[in-house]
Structures are given as C-alpha cells and as structure tokens.
C-alpha cells in the first residue's frame, strides 16, 4: 500500500501536464502514486500521459467520458490506493518539495484524517505570489504544527490546500457532489463537519497558477452551469447549518453576496431568475437583520412580473436613500418597497418609496434644527449678558471718581 495518492483530474491540459507531475516527482517523499483521470480529453493530453507512465510507473491513468471534474476526483479517490488522498489539478503544481513529507509525518504520527497546509499563487511567468485570501481572513494560515479546531478553518475554500485520510473518506461516504462548477467547497464542508481536528503543518504545499485556463468567474457562462454555481451555495449551508457551524455558514453567506454582485451578474436575468429557483425561500437560509437578507430582497423578482429590478440603476438613482437606510446596519424590509415598484420607472414615480426613502433624513434633520434653535438661544442670552457688562463697565471708566476708576482707565490705555 502506498502512503499518498496524488488524484489529478485532467481535461485538455497537454501544456500544463508535465510541470504538475514533474513537481510531484520533485517531492522528497516518494511513496506516492498518481492517479490521472482523463475527463475525455479531445487533445493529446493523454498521450502526453502514456509517454509520461513509461517513464514513472508510478503514474496510474483512468479515461471517463466527459463528467467534470468532481466525477473525475471520485473516480480517482475510488481507485486510490494510498494511505492518504492529496489532490493537484493539472494546471497547477506542489511548491515545496519536502511538503508532503513533512505533511504525512506529522499527519501518521497522530492518526489524522485532515492534514493542512498552505497555498501560494503563481503567475504565467512561474513566480510565486502571496495569498491574499489570507490577509482578507478568508481561511486560516497555518503558521506553525498545531491541532486546529475545525470550525476556525475559515470559508470552506482550497481543499487541494489539505491531504485526507483514504479511509475517513471512504468510510463517511465523502465525495464531491454532482455538479458542474463548485464542487470544491460541499466536499471539504462535509469533511469539516466530520473531523475532530485539522493538523496544521507550516509549509506551503500548494501553487494555484490563477489565469492558466481563465478566471472561475467566465467559467460559469451556461444555464447549468450558473444553477449548479449556486447550488453548491445552498447545499454548503445545507451541511454547514445543520452542523450548528453557524460563523463558517455566516461567513460563506457574505462572500455568496459579494460574488452576487459582480457587475455581470446583477444584469444576468437568468441568473437572478435562476437563483430564486434554487433559494425559492430566503427566509430559510438568511436572516431577516443581515445585508444578505437585504440584497436578496431588493433583488427578488415581484410575485405579479417576470421583470426584475435592475439593482445597480437602482442604487444610482436612489443613492441618498440606500445610504440612509442601510448605514451601519440599520436593514430595513426591502421587499415591502419593491413589490410596488416592479420596474425603475414606477420606482421613480412613486412618490410613497421616496417619501420612506427621506423619512429617516427628515427626522435627523429635524433634529438637528432643534438642537440648533437651542444653542442659537444661549448665544443670544450670552450676547445680552456681554452688552450689559460693556455697558456697565463703560459707565465705570466714565466716571469721576478718579481714585476708584483710575486702575481701570490704566488698563485700558496699555491695552490700546
């Protein structure tokens, strides 16, 4: 039995092949297998492979007609046979050699079923970049050899980051979900949620080469592939929640927002069409005082129209009202305004939403005035008070009483 298999999905990849199995070979560990499989592959991606195998036999090739890539993962973990399962995409390479090692031992010294490292980015010229997920807090940087609570993990993102256990897989039935594109973050949700601890190790296992074959985001261009897209969204907080992981799930339902708004989307009317399908009742998975809540409801479509409001025009046109309403988290039920305004001319004439809309402004500025009358007051008190002590004051230098005012008209001439 061998102690790793490296499972690698490959899909029209013959010009990145060879560097992602040359930086497996490059480990220090050499107990590994690497399972390729060929998600149908129409260029000479597998023949690159054959060629590869007469060279390493350690190299084990599996075709599948074209599934994506979760089947093509599933089918590697199935015919995996090492003591632990780490995952490299053929378009991306391990970064330090002794990484595995250092990985595995510690992982078998304490019978762990989740070992993690740490990812690096890598640009078209092979140079290695910081993560910046790591600054934004998307998920934990692993600093030193430690035992890791899971729930701390972070988002559920970079699982090739990590190596598993083969059994603890096999024996929770932990697979990646049918779908076409995120996949990644329901599979490692499930595991989080299964495992006591993660056994983090300092060393930077994993380059992720970030614009090889196109950002994530162009990838989701089709109807499947956009409900799919969401899909893995609900079935992550589907997992997360019913784990009681709420901080994980509320974290992953902010970063689903923030990717909601990507220009592209918000004027995607199947998409938005597509993600009420999928979250038919929002009320279920967010709750009513958070911006996710919020969005959602502005951006759902009204029960009496296919037509739906055009958010970005809407934030234009009603800027003032947005801030006031939505500054430091003062939400407020959007729906209840847009299910009169099915589309942005009505929402302009309607005079009703602009009347909320400024309600908050006019009672601030109210206000305000009041506390302005009032201090403008005591300045009129104290003025009268200042004119009566000039007055008396003048009435004092005037007099003749020089042996009582002659101190005061001193004063007064080495002042000018």
């Known amino acids: 039995m061998v102690k790793i298999s490296v499972v690698m999905p490959v899909y029209n990849a013959e010009q990145f092949i060879k560097r992602a199995i040359d930086s497996v070979y490059k480990q220090t560990f050499k107990d590994v297998e690497i399972v390729c499989v060929d998600d149908g592959s129409t260029d000479n991606s597998v023949q690159i492979l054959e060629e590869l195998k007469k060279q390493n036999d350690a190299i084990n090739i599996i075709q599948q007609e ?29 970064v330090d050699e002794d990484a595995l090692e250092k990985m595995y031992n510690y992982g078998a010294k304490n019978n762990a079923d989740m070992i993690g490292g740490n990812l690096l980015r890598v640009n078209n010229d092979d140079e290695l970049e910081e993560n910046f997920n790591y600054a934004s ?43 076409l594109r995120g996949q990644d973050p329901v599979f490692l949700s499930e595991i989080l949620t299964k495992i006591d601890k993660i056994y983090a190790v300092n060393t930077n296992l994993y380059g992720y080469y970030y614009n090889a074959t196109g950002q994530s ?92 409001v055009d958010i970005d025009k809407l934030l234009e046109q009603k800027e ?27 929402v302009k004439d309607d005079e009703v939403f602009i009347q909320k809309s400024y309600s ?33 004051n003048n009435e004092i230098l005037s007099s003749n009483a020089w042996k009582y005012t002659k101190f005061l008209r001193d004063i007064k001439h080495h002042l000018k």
Not at 68 to 84: H, L, M, P
Not at 222 to 236: A, E, G, N, V, W
Request: charged share 35%.
């Open 360 to 392: 908050q402004i006019n009672d601030r500025h109210n206000k305000e005035q009041k506390e302005y009358e009032e201090i403008k007051d005591d300045m009129d008190k104290l003025s009268d008070e200042i004119s009566k002590l000039e007055k008396s």
């Open 320 to 346: 003032e009202f947005i801030n006031t309403t939505l500054t430091n988290n003062e939400f407020i039920e959007l729906d209840k305004i847009i299910e009169y305004n099915n589309n942005l001319e009505k």
């Open 66 to 94: 074209n599934s994506g890539s979760g089947k093509a993962r599933n089918n590697g973990i199935d015919n995996a046979e090492g003591e632990y399962v780490a995952f490299l995409d053929a378009d991306d390479i391990f």
């Open 137 to 179: 807090g998307n998920y934990m940087f692993f600093s030193d050899e430690s035992e890791v609570q899971p729930e701390d993990y972070g988002i559920p993102w970079a699982f090739y980051k990590n190596i598993f256990k083969t059994s603890f897989l096999n024996e929770n039935n932990i697979r990646f979900p049918d779908l």
């Open 217 to 308: 985001n162009d990838k989701i261009n089709t109807t499947d592939k956009k409900r799919d897209y969401l899909m893995h969204y609900k079935q992550s907080f589907d997992v997360l929640d019913a784990n009681n992981f709420t901080q994980m799930s509320d974290d992953y339902k902010e970063t689903f927002i923030s990717i909601l708004k990507i220009k592209e989307r918000n004027h995607d009317d199947e998409y938005v069409k597509i993600l009420f399908e999928v979250f038919p009742d929002i009320d279920q998975y967010f709750r009513k005082d958070t911006y996710p809540y919020s969005y959602l409801s502005i951006l759902r479509p009204s029960e009496k129209s296919d037509t739906t």
